[in-house]
């Protein structure tokens, strides 16, 4: 059955604030629009019900016997409206699991996964959000993150995920036209694929070689790059060598579109992290089976890290 008869709608919720304040003016600033404004809405509703709600004079407006009966039926509707948009507004959020990454770690290793965790759990919406050269880590507005750690960052639980292994990729046709490329003091004749990130610590090429014990070679070429997204993409069309992060690189190095041109690694104590804020309140189950999800994409972690 189509309810009816209903009055202008708009006109409702200006009607409202200007009976809760016994005022056109107030009504209009709580409305952010203009009084005139406000007073045309009235007046739209006082011409669909055939009756005066209000009684004006030069400085005041009071309600109208019928004006004060409507008001309450009125204001205990719109308030029902409200708390009902407010429980659905409530679980949507409930079900929104927000994650923060740097741009490598979701274009290689996050997005390409997600599918599966959308297709078991159509009802949970994620929502990841790319963000590079975090100086507070604990700022983030978060349910969970995902980042490189040399050490645990303060006030944040961080549970790691995978082992730093660094070392030399190419692809297959850029290691082709460089057949001399055997040995780690070859990669001096070749191109280096630099990523040109000052704020990051992530190992650059010359802090490899050192913690290699060799003394760091310079290159016949280099390219600098501001993103390892980028860098990545760039060693894939044969651009050059680039240092890559195992998991990072992984799917790339199964399907053949890189390669290893030496065996040269570099483990180190660092990790890929899962970050959880402290001091929230963060048990939605949303929250969790995510995090459980995630959890089983990578090799059991050890102990979960505290910073002191």
């Known amino acids: 059955m189509k309810i009816q008869p209903l009055p202008p709608l708009n006109s409702l919720v200006a009607f409202e604030a200007a009976a809760r304040n016994l005022s056109f003016t107030l009504a209009a600033k709580e409305l952010?629009?203009?009084?005139?404004?406000?007073?045309?809405?009235?007046?739209?509703?006082?011409?669909?019900?055939?009756?005066?709600?209000f009684e004006r004079t030069t400085r005041e407006i009071h309600l109208t016997a019928t004006g004060n009966q409507y008001y309450a039926t009125v204001k205990d509707s719109l308030l029902q409206l409200a708390q009902a948009t407010g429980e659905i507004r409530h679980w949507h959020g409930a079900?929104?699991?927000?994650?923060?990454?740097?741009?490598?770690?979701?274009?290689?290793?996050?997005?390409?996964?997600?599918?599966?965790?959308?297709?078991?759990?159509?009802?949970?919406?994620?929502?990841?959000?790319?963000?590079d050269h975090v100086r507070d880590f604990s700022r983030l507005d978060c349910d969970l993150a995902l980042y490189y750690c040399r050490t645990p960052p303060k006030d944040m639980r961080a549970t790691p995920l995978f082992t730093e292994e660094v070392f030399p990729v190419c692809s297959p046709a850029?290691?082709?036209?460089?057949?001399?490329?055997?040995?780690?003091?070859?990669?001096?004749?070749s191109t280096w694929l630099w990523l040109e990130d000052p704020q990051s610590d992530w190992i650059g090429w010359p802090e490899w070689f050192q913690r290699l014990g060799h003394k760091p070679l310079e290159p016949r070429h280099r390219i600098n790059?501001?993103?390892?997204?980028?860098?990545i993409q760039s060693a894939l069309i044969g651009q050059g060598v680039a240092l890559a992060?195992?998991?990072?690189?992984?799917?790339?190095l199964q399907t053949g579109a890189l390669v290893r041109p030496i065996d040269d690694c570099l483990h180190t104590e660092a990790q890929f992290c899962l970050l959880e804020p402290t001091g929230r309140s963060?048990?939605?189950?949303?929250?969790?089976?995510f995090r459980n999800w995630l959890m089983g994409q990578v090799?059991?972690?050890?102990?979960?890290?505290r910073a002191s």
């Open 32 to 53: 952010n629009v203009t009084q005139g404004a406000v007073s045309r809405q009235i007046r739209l509703l006082e011409d669909y019900l055939g009756k005066s709600l």
């Open 95 to 131: 079900q929104q699991v927000t994650v923060v990454t740097s741009t490598a770690m979701a274009s290689l290793w996050l997005l390409p996964r997600v599918a599966e965790f959308q297709r078991e759990n159509e009802e949970i919406d994620l929502r990841i959000i790319a963000y």
């Open 174 to 189: 850029y290691l082709a036209k460089h057949p001399e490329l055997h040995g780690l003091r070859d990669l001096a004749q």
């Open 225 to 231: 790059i501001n993103s390892y997204s980028m860098l």
């Open 245 to 252: 992060w195992s998991n990072l690189v992984d799917n790339h």
């Open 282 to 289: 963060s048990n939605r189950q949303s929250v969790s089976r």
């Open 299 to 305: 090799v059991p972690p050890g102990a979960v890290l």
